[in-house]
């Protein structure tokens, strides 16, 4: 460990409780490099945890090390659209150039260079992240500029700053990225509404503002909005915003809670980062108004550890909003309206974006699904009502405060209402971020991408769908690709075989390891795809391959064994011949015969019933 | 009048609060678990207790009983599942039944027999998993450990010590001890703690007792576990479990 830590100062910003664990930890890492000996037992008294807990937290995300990682720690991103963009030569010249082997530390302590999950720059690819931060656009020349400033042992703050910069890349705008609102707006209509809206059951809601029935009128008269609106979450599901904002308000409970998912894990997906980054307010307003509508008084913006580089400029965007009254006591002075938001940072765990998991990891645990129900409607945060919707859903909620529900329900389908934000990756002329109104074909966003030639389209990332060139017409929306935003284009000089194993290997590595399908399925699955990649695959293996998603299906935990083998069978159903050109041979085919090897014995012992014999399996 | 289910045709009675698997064993219905255990709080990681509920798979132990649900348990299509989950706890970590001290008293070895797993099926993955001999009385073989966290919840439920936790994900997930050292002889671990005895495989063994009885007089030498589980599980409703421990218990 090349620094020291100054561990009480980093103890002080939080409050001493076992809820802070991975908040420490996180800050730990950054300031040393690493949870340093003897640390991990400081952390474990002040905040009054086991210290195998501690231990326990610190191994479960990937960006926290018990052991040194180096004073440089060098992540590149390993999305199969960061191999398209050659990620894996440069990071073999980058530890050409560092002298260093991949995923070891240099003796000297200086530098490790290892790979990572999707860090959401695709389109900028290919990524790195150092000490966290992002540096995207890496090509040779940014190879050698950062192993000089690192065996220049340059402080990263003196790194130049061009390194860092992050495009939006917004091709395409619609209602949601061309809301010209300011900042209360949709506040402000919130709370106008309940004048003009007369909600008879407003003293059935079990709200903090239960008392004040006049109050009372702008929470619900929103929330009918929310719903005639017919939102959907935007994180992939699509369960419809309104009823869960309903139900989370008439939940028994101390006190509720509203959470923003911002661990956009999802390999090919990175339209939270721009929202993020240039709408901010839009995202903490749509929170408000949520708080508003449930009568929350907390609220966590959960950001993936990857969107480091976010943490200051959002902080600062919260400080403006509550100095002009649109956070903290009494919003735009209406008495009783009080909430505020805190910004937790993930530390590297796809398996967070699951939103009980998620909350385990706001609770500073390991990132583990809970078991369902209760859902986290009613048992949330510390067991209490609350409310988690992705980044997307909460600037919708906000837009839809203002211009009502039946003008949101008007833009795209039937069963799909609004606009989406589509992460736009891989073969194409212009990656960045799309918004369409649902209903849209897979067709017209390639043409505006400047896609040619494409093979396939990986649709919501390795979670979602493979779709090849004759389904191209079919549409974005709930009822028929229902997606979270990944768009990864694949043209026909790409091999989808090594699509699917990047995606198996991504499934294995962030596997949380809860339950025994997941856990092992996940492996299972890549040391197949390996060994067929090798050239010793058998149609055994590809039957193997069914059998695992048969199980995964059945009996995962959770969304990500339920869907981790996914884009094995999608691209085997689509694109076979990628497989079977790989394999030793299509039928398994023993050279060694269990049942005549034991001929010999049979005729030793004179036995020939059943038991004497075994059949081949195949 | 007390709700009932359905369990392979079977109507069985639940109480509120109930989960499925609960249900089952108190009506004497046996459903195949591994990580259940009555006496402490479902967990529901192991999935071997999966069953199929109106036509959708789902964990019992973890399932609250419902009136009018269709419970499939017994069923080829459910059994090949918890064969599959077998082999691949087998797979993952080291398990050498001829050599092992719990042979015969082992969890997953009986319930290997009894689901009829025949082969390996799995390429096995022979992690390195050093032992921890450290403790005069007690060995820890982590060759063996399946993650099924009853130590954990017996520690911390029972115990009130929270001497095993959990670290690593997905693959690498481990087991490791609360002390500075990471040795079990620098724990609070007492030869009278519950979590001693509720390893179902051979991870946790008092030294010098492995073969006080002898191989063939073992418990599941006698019969399969699917006798013997009923025997086991309480036929009033499940009493509230020990003290849940919020700091060390996953996915609960």
């Known amino acids: 460990m090349s620094e020291q830590v100054d561990l009480n100062a980093i103890l002080d910003r939080h409050p001493r409780r076992p809820e802070s664990l991975l908040q420490v930890l996180r800050e730990v890492q950054e300031a040393a490099g690493g949870i340093p000996p003897g640390v991990d037992a400081e952390i474990a008294a002040a905040l009054n945890v086991p210290l195998a807990r501690v231990r326990g937290v610190a191994g479960f995300y990937s960006f926290l090390s018990l052991e040194p990682s180096g004073h440089y720690r060098v992540l590149f991103s390993d999305n199969i659209t960061d191999r398209m963009l050659g990620n894996q030569e440069l990071m073999q010249a980058m530890c050409g150039k560092l002298w260093l082997e991949p995923g070891r530390t240099s003796e000297d302590g200086l530098a490790s260079v290892d790979f990572t999950s999707c860090t959401g720059m695709c389109d900028q690819g290919p990524a790195i992240l150092v000490n966290g931060w992002a540096i995207p656009r890496m090509d040779g020349g940014r190879v050698d500029q950062v192993a000089e400033l690192v065996l220049a042992q340059r402080p990263l703050a003196e790194w130049p700053r061009e390194l860092f910069l992050v495009e939006d890349n917004v091709r395409r705008a619609d209602v949601l990225l061309g809301h010209g609102l300011q900042p209360g707006d949709a506040l402000r209509a919130a709370v106008a509404r309940g004048a003009d809206h007369q909600v008879e059951d407003a ?49 028994q409970g101390k006190g509720r809670y509203v959470v923003c998912n911002a661990d956009e894990g999802e390999p090919g997906t990175f339209k939270d980062r721009v929202l993020l980054n240039s709408h901010a307010d839009l995202v903490f307003e749509g929170m408000t108004v949520c708080a508003y509508v449930i009568g929350a008084s907390q609220g966590f913006l959960y950001l993936r550890g990857e969107y480091r580089h976010l943490l200051e400029p959002l902080r600062e965007t919260l400080a403006r909003r509550r100095a002009v009254g649109l956070l903290g006591k009494s919003i735009l002075g209406q008495a009783g309206f009080d909430f505020d938001i805190e910004i937790h940072l993930g530390a590297g765990a796809y398996v967070c974006g699951e939103e009980s998991a998620l909350i385990e990891s706001l609770e500073g645990k390991r990132g583990i699904p809970r078991n369902r129900p209760p859902y986290p409607v009613s048992h949330g945060y510390l067991q209490q009502p609350t409310t ?108 989808m075989f090594e699509v699917a194993r990047n995606f198996a290997q991504f499934f294995a590595h962030e596997s949380c390891g809860f339950c025994t399908p997941c856990r092992v399925g996940t492996s299972m699955q890549k040391e197949i795809m390996d060994k067929i990649a090798r050239g010793q695959g058998t149609k055994y293996d590809l039957d193997q391959l069914g059998q695992l998603d048969r199980v995964l299906q059945a009996a995962s935990h959770c969304g990500l064994g339920h869907g981790a083998c996914n884009p094995v069978l999608d691209t085997l159903k689509r694109f076979r011949p990628a497989y079977e050109r790989r394999l030793k041979a299509l039928t398994f085919q023993p050279a060694f015969d269990l049942d005549s090897a034991l001929a010999e014995a049979r005729r030793m012992t004179g036995r020939d019933d059943a038991g004497a014999h075994i059949r081949s399996e195949s | 009048m007390s709700d009932t289910f359905t369990l392979d045709g079977d109507e069985i009675p639940f109480e509120s609060g109930q989960t499925v698997m609960q249900a089952a064993l108190a009506a004497g219905h046996y459903v195949p678990h591994l990580c259940y255990h009555p006496e402490f709080r479902p967990h529901g990681s192991c999935k071997v207790c999966t069953v199929k509920v109106n036509g959708r798979f789902a964990t019992s132990c973890t399932l609250p009983a419902q009136a009018g649900l269709n419970v499939e348990s017994n069923i080829d299509e459910v059994n090949a599942i918890r064969r599959t989950l077998v082999q691949m706890l087998f797979a993952e970590g080291n398990h050498f039944c001829p050599t092992c001290e719990k042979s015969g008293n082992c969890v997953l070895q009986a319930l290997g027999y009894d ?31 399946i993650l099924c966290e009853l130590c954990v919840r017996a520690s911390c439920e029972v115990d009130g010590k929270c001497v095993f936790a959990l670290a690593g994900r997905g693959i690498t ?77 996953e996915g609960s």
Request: net charge neutral.
């Open chain 1, 388 to 495: 988690v919707n992705n980044v997307e859903t909460f600037c919708a909620a906000a837009l839809i405060a203002v211009q009502g529900g039946d003008w949101y329900r008007a833009i795209g389908t039937a069963k799909s209402a609004g606009t989406k934000l589509l992460s736009v990756s891989g073969d194409c002329a212009r990656p960045g971020i799309y918004e369409y109104p649902f209903g849209t074909p897979v067709r017209q966003v390639l043409e505006d991408c400047g896609a040619e030639r494409t093979l396939a389209v990986q649709i919501s990332g390795p979670s979602g769908i493979c779709i090849s060139a004759d389904e191209f017409d079919r549409r974005i929306a709930f009822e028929d690709l229902p997606t979270a935003g990944a768009f990864m284009v694949f043209d026909n000089s790409r091999d």
């Open chain 1, 203 to 251: 003293a059935n809601s079990r709200s903090w503002r239960e008392a004040n029935v006049a109050a009372a009128q702008g929470p619900l008269a929103t929330l009918e909005e929310i719903k005639r609106s017919n939102l959907r979450g935007r994180g992939g599901a699509g369960f419809t915003t309104g009823f869960k904002w309903e139900a989370c308000r008439n939940a």
């Open chain 2, 115 to 145: 689901l009829g797993v025949m082969t390996a099926g799995f390429r096995h993955l022979f992690p390195d998993r050093p032992v921890d001999a450290s403790h005069p009385d007690i060995l820890l073989d982590f060759n063996r450990c």
């Open chain 2, 173 to 249: 997930k481990h087991l490791i001890v609360n002390s500075e050292s990471g040795r079990l002889v620098d724990t609070e671990v007492d030869l009278a703690d519950k979590a001693l005895s509720v390893c179902p495989v051979g991870v946790i063994l008092v030294k010098r007792k492995g073969f006080a009885v002898p191989i063939g007089e073992r418990r599941y030498d006698q019969s399969p576990i699917s006798a013997q589980a009923l025997a086991d599980a309480p036929r009033e409703p499940a009493a509230p479990a020990g003290r849940p421990c919020s700091s060390c218990e």
